[in-house]
């Protein structure tokens, strides 16, 4: 009879929703992909962004209730200075507590947007810090206690890009700290300009989340029979599905974030031609990457480049390299997704009337130019004229002080998030080894705050070369281990003396506590006061 209970009980939520879910059609024109306006901070560094409620229409004539950033769904495209301070002025609008984290950022614990000190509805905050690591396609999203995954899924989510337009010198290397992202060396002026760079016009970003909707247009929370999380058979794309984007130019660099709660990519050009990978979650690599296809779990991103044929192109999303998952169904896997068509302006009924290839990198000549020797298969992005040698990017320190951090069953090293409780103790002045060893057999993956680390194996293999650079968050496959060379910037401005967290970025895992908490030259005692003070203990 227990059993009987226990599964009206599970079915009670979806009683009492009574449409059903369903898959977004794709209409034949497909939908212009929208571009998030720039969010650029004043001459004093200022910015504001307002956390609230919105409404939507995936489904056609049908309203679904959304959050976003000043708008309906999603959130402006911020767009920071390495060395230039910022001042952050955010409201929540929402009648949900929040925050708002700079995910792959190194930021301050105060500035962090962690659980500990959350913006009540109706409330304004103000958060100052100087961003100061290389340029990146980072992005942000509420980090409340528990409740991440819920209003990630209802639109909270925008791309943060971070600059070095004017080539900032790195921070200077203080004494005896480790080698972090904060003493890295930016790209050179010149391979700024030379890649593209036009916000919106070839320099384009892509927001990628599945979702599951009921004919009601009710957004839905995780599969009740989904190991992983949240996995929707609807995919959009700037907020858009069926998204399409038209263009004049030969090149482009498309900047992928996954914001998908549970759902890996496997991204590829439907043509077969390559994608050139340029930055991975911290930057830009040391030099371009070209890849078949490049999968992403969510919370990572790259930075692509691509060249568009007339007849156009679409960017397609099959089989991610998920390792050896005992289920490979079952975490979504087998699933395929059109995320993104790219057409040419002009060429076809897509076209505007103003058709023009001059804004191609070799002007009309881009695909056939003076690089190609014959016609036949795709072109690499060098021939184009780009950069070969993007940034110097230092040699990780593979003995540091090692750490290790087994994921299994939603818990951390046997252990779910303590509010109370702190996990590790680091050192701004100490490199460390962390092993992320996932017992499960099925996906995790996992993320650090304020830190931009690196892969320095993943089970006794070298990473490939896309994922050698800076990185944030990693897939970890199951039974295997990864092992990465951490180091954590000071922030001597810092005096709230809360801790970080590191967890894994599958978002129902998150919210069900597997995390941990840790800090950067701050004692535990210090920490748990700090936590104390906030109400946590
Ligand atoms: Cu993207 Cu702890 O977060
Ligand atoms: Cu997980």
């Not at 708002?100 to 659980?115: I, K, Q, R, T, Y």
């Not at 059109?338 to 009924?349: F, K, N, P, R």
């Amino acid at each position: 009879a227990g059993g009987v209970l226990l599964s009206i009980a599970a079915l009670a939520p979806v009683l009492a929703s009574c449409s059903r879910e369903t898959e977004v059609p794709v209409t034949d024109a497909g939908a212009p992909l929208p571009i998030p306006p720039l969010l650029e901070p004043d001459a004093d560094g200022r910015f504001t962004l307002t956390a609230g409620r919105g409404t939507m229409e995936f489904i056609p004539g049908v309203t679904t209730d959304t959050w976003g950033y000043d708008g309906d769904y999603l959130g402006p495209t911020i767009r920071m200075q390495r060395g230039r301070p910022v001042e952050a002025v955010i409201t929540n609008d929402t009648d949900e507590e929040t925050t708002v984290h700079w995910h792959g950022m190194l930021v301050p614990a105060h500035a962090d947007g962690g659980p500990h000190d959350p913006i009540r509805p109706g409330e304004t905050r103000t958060v100052a810090f100087t961003p100061d690591q290389p340029a990146a396609t980072l992005w942000y999203h509420p980090h409340p206690h528990e409740a991440t995954a819920q209003q990630v899924r209802r639109g909270l989510t925008g791309m943060l890009i971070l600059d070095d337009a004017d080539a900032h010198p790195p921070g200077t290397v203080s004494g005896d700290s480790a080698p972090s992202a904060a003493e890295a060396p930016s790209p050179s002026a010149e391979v700024l300009a030379a890649l593209p760079h036009e916000y919106g016009v070839d320099d384009i970003p892509v927001v990628i989340q599945d979702m599951r909707i009921t004919e009601d247009g009710e957004l839905l929370g995780h599969n009740f029979t989904s190991e992983v999380g949240l996995l929707g058979r609807t995919v959009v794309t700037n907020g858009v599905v069926g998204a399409v984007h038209t263009t004049d130019r030969r090149v482009l660099r498309l900047r992928l974030l996954n914001g998908s709660q549970a759902r890996s990519y496997g991204l590829r050009l439907d043509t077969g031609a390559p994608l050139t990978v340029i930055g991975s979650d911290g930057g830009l690599l040391p030099e371009p990457v070209e890849v078949e296809s490049i999968s992403l779990s969510p919370a990572e991103r790259a930075e692509v480049l691509l060249e568009v044929p007339d007849e156009g192109v679409a960017l397609v999303s099959s089989e991610p390299d998920l390792g050896n998952v005992a289920d490979y169904e079952a975490v979504g896997g087998e699933d395929e997704f059109t995320i993104l068509h790219l057409e040419h302006a002009g060429s076809g009924e897509a076209g505007s009337a103003a058709s023009s290839d001059s804004g191609g990198l070799n002007g009309s000549g881009g695909l056939n130019g003076p690089g190609r020797a014959n016609g036949s298969g795709p072109s690499s992005i060098v021939d184009l004229g780009l950069p070969a040698q993007l940034v110097e990017i230092p040699e990780p320190v593979s003995d540091g002080r090692e750490r290790q951090m087994t994921l299994r069953g939603r818990q951390i090293n046997g252990r779910s998030m303590d509010m109370g409780r702190i996990d590790l103790v680091s050192s701004s002045h100490q490199p460390e080894v962390w092993q992320v060893s996932n017992l499960d057999s099925s996906p995790h993956n996992f993320h650090i705050h304020n830190a931009q680390f690196r892969i320095l194996d993943i089970s006794g293999e070298p990473p490939p070369p896309e994922m050698a650079g800076w990185k944030d968050t990693i897939y970890t496959p199951p039974q295997r281990d990864v092992r990465i060379a951490v180091a954590f910037p000071a922030h001597a401005d810092d005096h709230s003396q809360l801790p970080y967290m590191h967890h894994c970025h599958l978002m129902l895992h998150e919210d069900d506590g597997m995390m941990g908490h840790f800090t950067v030259d701050v004692s535990e005692q210090e920490a748990l006061d700090a936590l104390q003070r906030t109400g946590h203990e």
